[in-house]
């Protein structure tokens, strides 16, 4: 299994008003952002150039919209700017490979 670029343990995710699960994962992995419960299943996944985060107002929630699909997450500052670096790196070096394979 390779390795997530990014990797934020504890995270509350939720739909609408519905709490999803109180201490998942979210990850960003193979150009995806994966969103995990806690027992290890996957909630939602999607390619990172289909994945928006917004929610910059509010204290600790975030929201990740995949692919048309909104979730808040429960997450802390810090691990949302990591997030967002995570996700500019994926999209670059995705953006590179698919460079590479066009020509």
Do not use: C, F, Q
């Not at 995710?13 to 699960?21: A, D, F, N, W």
């Not at 996944?45 to 929201?63: C, F, K, M, N």
């Not at 699909?69 to 953006?95: D, F, N, P, Q, V």
């Amino acid at each position: 299994m390779v390795e997530p670029e990014y990797d934020a343990a504890g995270v509350g995710i939720g739909r609408m008003l519905r709490s999803l699960t109180r201490a998942g994962h979210v990850l960003v992995r193979n150009g995806e952002l994966v969103l995990m419960t806690s027992y290890g299943s996957e909630i939602d996944s999607a390619p990172v150039e289909d994945v928006r985060i917004s929610g910059y107002g509010l204290r600790d929630r975030t929201v990740a919209t995949l692919r048309g699909r909104s979730y808040w997450l429960r997450i802390g500052l810090g691990h949302r700017e990591g997030l967002l670096s995570a996700l500019r790196t994926a999209r670059a070096k995705s953006a590179a490979e698919r460079g590479v394979l066009g020509t």
